[in-house]
């Protein structure tokens, strides 16, 4: 049977599912950023989440969401850190085994994590199909159910539990802004954000060395990311075949900014919210100060993805 788009209903399902397990993070403001913007800005603060990501959402509805057959020989995905993270604790809290596939360019911050949360790690290269073959080596020889990343209906649904909160707690939007990499947090931001206030527009932020979304849209067919060396390292995987569609038809636009931008922006929100954000989560907050948008007078929700930073490289000190 195919499977189908999640939809609000499966969305609020997941939250009744998770809501146990997982924070309701808050929703902040900042005088400053609004004065810098132009905007009114709502930041729903995923980096204050449970595992220091929204990952944690999507990873723990997919997982109590599998049958116990399905369930018996563990659970096993490809991620770079906060979803390994995410199921990994996901996992431990159903008592099950869980194995994951890191690029051996993941930050050891998030790979220390992964490990700490009990998952059994596989390097591979830092590549899409490394990736993926690592993962189907690691599913043959283990039984393990997959927990894809993001191109997962389950995962979507959670993922978009983090905008239901956000449009609960701010007043009316005029724009939702998320990070974009594999697409799972973007999708489920757009499934809710239609459902419940269809006069808001999602708008997806992405680094310009990994603009493979941003093409993707306007070649109207997904487009593989290459290689890449920018510093919002959760965000350079490709889209899948289950988010580009919601994207495609619910988002409105991708916004790319350059490095020194995502830089600037991540060390803005350190200094003046005094919150610490990954890089992966100051792109959309560099978005919105780039100019790029037409943000002037509106009210604008931004969701930060995550806070999971190698403190022993800060990108700001480095430049």
């Not at 490394?130 to 393990?144: D, M």
């Not at 790029?292 to 403190?311: E, T």
């Amino acid at each position: 049977m195919k499977e189908k788009e999640p939809t609000l209903r499966d969305i609020r399902k997941a939250a009744d599912r998770i809501k146990e397990f997982i924070h309701r993070t808050p929703t902040l403001k900042s005088q400053t950023l609004n004065t810098l913007s132009g905007a009114h800005l709502f930041f729903k603060c995923e980096n204050f989440q449970k595992g220091g990501a929204f990952k944690i959402r999507g990873a723990t509805n997919a997982v109590l969401s599998l049958t116990d057959e399905e369930a018996q020989h563990g659970v096993a995905t490809h991620s770079s850190g906060n979803h390994a993270a995410a199921l990994a604790q996901a996992a431990r809290w159903r008592n099950i085994p869980a194995y994951v596939v890191m690029p051996e360019n993941a930050p050891a911050a998030k790979r220390n994590a992964v490990a700490g949360y009990g998952a059994q790690i596989f390097s591979c290269a830092p590549t899409l199909p490394a990736r993926e073959a690592g993962l189907r080596e690691v599913v043959a020889n283990t039984g393990a159910a997959t927990v894809h990343p993001y191109n997962d209906y389950r995962v979507i649904a959670g993922q978009g539990t983090a905008a239901l909160e956000l449009l609960e707690d701010a007043p009316p939007l005029d724009m939702i802004l998320a990070p974009i990499g594999g697409g799972g947090l973007l999708s489920g931001t757009a499934i809710t954000t239609a459902a419940l206030s269809p006069h808001t527009k999602v708008i997806g932020a992405e680094p310009a060395l990994a603009d493979d979304a941003y093409r993707s849209l306007r070649a109207g067919r997904r487009i593989e990311a290459g290689p890449t060396s920018t510093i919002a390292d959760g965000l350079r995987t490709s889209l899948g075949d289950k988010t580009f569609p919601i994207i495609q038809r619910l988002v409105s636009e991708i916004v790319t900014v350059a490095e020194d931008e995502i830089i600037h922006a991540m060390r803005l929100v350190w200094e003046r919210m005094k919150i610490i954000i990954e890089p992966s989560s100051a792109v959309p907050v560099a978005a919105l100060l780039s100019g790029r948008l037409p943000v002037a007078g509106k009210a604008v929700g931004v969701i930060l993805s995550g806070g999971n930073v190698d403190l022993d490289q800060l990108p700001f000190t480095r430049h």
